[in-house]
């Protein structure tokens, strides 16, 4: 059974900088794909970013590209999500998911993901 533990989130200024972990359990973590999505109140959950399980592909939203960087160390099973410049706008739950499998990319889609982690909130204030 996989498991995925997000931490780091809280509250922050408009400007300011944040950095998201997911720990995960079970095997091969290496292997697959890992992603961010969010979720604001009242709206549909997003993609912000998402890895490859080598580290070497990486895929972001438009809405946060040249802001946030994903990346992963494969011998602590971590996923990162780096956040800078941070807007308002970037207030949500954010989400850690694993890619149902080994063999896709870093993909933006929802569908192509299967397990989650229970969130983080992040707000940031203007």
């Known amino acids: 059974q996989v498991q995925l533990v997000e931490s780091g989130g809280g509250l922050v200024q408009a400007g300011g900088s944040m950095r998201l972990s997911c720990a995960a359990s079970g095997r091969a973590f290496s292997s697959f794909p890992m992603a961010w999505f969010r979720q604001a109140p009242g709206k549909e959950r997003e993609f912000v970013a998402a890895v490859s399980g080598s580290g070497g592909s990486i895929n972001y939203a438009n809405s946060v590209k040249g802001r946030f960087t994903i990346s992963r160390d494969n011998a602590k099973n971590t996923v990162y999500l780096q956040m800078n410049s941070l807007e308002p706008e970037d207030t949500a739950v954010y989400y850690c998911?694993?890619?149902?499998?080994?063999?896709?990319?870093?993909?933006?889609?929802?569908?192509?993901?299967?397990?989650w982690g229970q969130g983080t909130q992040v707000t940031v204030t203007s």
């Open positions: 998911t694993r890619s149902r499998s080994i063999w896709s990319g870093p993909s933006s889609e929802r569908y192509e993901y299967d397990y």
